[in-house]
């Protein structure tokens, strides 16, 4: 009996010295790893300057923007003005991007979109193909951002900015495909389609992202830019190429809406002279405080696929607003019984 009582508390030991030494390790793990801190200390100052380079990027788009709506409309005051009011509304969302979530690549892609589209107006198409090339090379949904080169001044320019483009590209991303095929793997990456998507208020209801989807974003960009080009309305291209991203995206992170402070910071400052931002203001509402507020999953996919679908207003040929206003004044002339179709068509 003395042997086999001796060999149960035997048996025991192992399992006691084993929750003994979690104890510990939980104790000491809390604050532990003082011979290890390099690795600590050397992270954190790669966080910080993330957030730095995030936070200068910023400042960088909110200076490129002023820059080029004083090259167009050359009034300093009115601009500067208005830069500050866009800030107010821009300055939280972009915040959120480089500081709270440090998204870095999405930072990169941003600010390098805006410097493609300020090297497009200055017709460097060398620049604005290298540019647009780092963009796609942070955030391949950057490609829709590929009508920033017909800003540029004519067809063999675009031509030079696509080569330039597609030059960077391989730059990036072929020592990564020949040092691993299966770098190939990323091309078929997807993540959840949250209840909260615009994706799913449009009906689609695949757990992940589906295969056309990343596709049909970068299309429906460039296709929405093309036309914003052709129609006059270049500095809607970046609000376009980023909203047909967000609309089809699956994702709902709030730092999405740093991409639309942009694009719409740029259509507020450039595609008109109003004093207030209200397409900086309304993203910076639906994207981002809107995220704060309590209510159901589908409401906040609604919200965001309307305001997504409405920035395509832009895209309205110039005038066709002071027609339909016409409308009324025309009906009642045709009433009194004066012709309308005279009056309609001389306007």
Known sequence: MTFLGASLRYRGLPLALALWALAWFVAMAWHGGASWHYFVQGGRPLLLTAQVLGVVAGAYVLWQVRRLAIERWGDDRRVNRRIAYGAVAFVPVWMYLAVASTHLDDVIALAAAVAATAAA?????????????LAVDAKPWALGFAAVLLILPGLRAALRGAISTVAVIAAGWLPFFAADPNTARLLHFTIPNTSLSALRALGVTDARTPPWDRPAQALIGIGLGVIAVRRGAWPAVILLAVA??????????????????VGALLWDLLGGQRLLPW???????????????????????????????????????????RRWRDIGPALRAHRNGAGWGRRWHSG
């Open 279 to 321: 397409w900086t203001a309304t993203g910076a509402a639906v994207l981002y405080v809107s995220r704060w507020i309590p209510m159901r999953p589908s409401v906040h996919g609604w919200l965001t696929l309307v305001f997504c679908v409405a920035c395509t207003v832009v895209l309205v040929p110039p005038g066709t607003w």
């Open 244 to 261: 047909a991203r967000i609309a089809l995206d699956p994702g709902t992170n709030k730092y999405y809406a740093a991409g639309i402070g």
């Open 121 to 133: 107006r200055a017709g460097r198409p060398w620049l604005t193909g290298a540019l647009l090339g």
